[in-house]
């Protein structure tokens, strides 16, 4: 059974102070890892796509970073409007698996100005 | 272009009745799926297609019944609500890769 865990559940951070979001996975067999933000009240956005070990994807403050185990979502003196919830996503392999998306629980991220 | 159009936003209902949860895409995608999202437990996954005529189960299909007759549509029906049937919906629909999913506003349900 897939699974996903996002840690930490909440992070309180300054304007500019960075910081990280980790997402560990476990999977059958890896098709893409995602990123999305959600807003209070809105549906997921979404953020970057990850396909192999060691891939990185960068927009404005947010950078994502892919292992075999785990991805890692940086950012970079953030802003007030970074406050949201992340979510982490994986996509297992095979031929049904395209509309099917495993959720970890999200990062509630606050930045204070 | 709309995207993902769910209605209604807010839906109160009681207990053992039943309703229709609409969802439209405007992008001619292949894949749509429903999803709950409840405090503390993510996003889980309910029903999903592949394509017209096309559906399965996901996660947390029980107490939920879905049919796709064409690429744009993808409603969700309640049988017969139930308090634990309280949550957020969403509905997503992506294209045949799959390199990311286009989420709706959103479905806010509650069964008293």
């Known amino acids: 059974e897939d699974q996903v865990t996002q840690s930490p559940e909440a992070l309180r951070l300054q304007e500019g102070e960075s910081s990280s979001l980790n997402c560990s996975y476990t999977v059958s067999g890896l098709r893409g890892l995602f990123w999305y933000r959600q807003d209070p009240g809105k549906g997921p956005e979404f953020l970057f796509t990850l396909y192999s070990a060691g891939e990185e994807k960068e927009k404005e403050r947010l950078k994502a970073t892919l292992t075999k185990k785990e991805s890692f979502l940086h950012i970079t003196a953030p802003k007030p409007e970074d406050s949201a919830t992340y979510l982490c996503a994986v996509q297992a392999t095979g031929g049904t698996s395209y509309g099917k998306l495993t959720f970890g629980q999200g990062t509630i991220l606050t930045v204070h100005p | ?112």
């Not at chain 2, 209605?7 to 405007?26: E, H, I, Y």
């Not at chain 2, 894949?31 to 096309?54: C, E, F, K, N, T």
């Not at chain 2, 949550?87 to 294209?95: I, L, R």
């Open chain 2, 1 to 112: 272009n709309a995207g993902v159009t769910q209605t209604p936003k807010f839906q109160v209902l009681k207990t053992g009745q039943s309703m229709t949860l609409q969802c439209a895409q405007d992008m001619n995608h292949e894949y749509m799926s429903w999803y709950r999202q409840d405090p503390g437990m993510g996003l889980r996954l309910i029903h999903y297609s592949v394509g017209a005529g096309i559906t399965d189960q996901g996660e947390v299909p029980n107490g939920y019944n879905v049919s796709r007759s064409t690429t744009e549509d993808f409603p969700l029906r309640l049988l017969s609500a139930a308090p634990s049937q309280t949550s957020v919906y969403f509905c997503a629909s992506s294209n045949y890769g799959g390199t990311e999913a286009f989420f709706g506003q959103g479905t806010r349900l509650t069964v008293v």
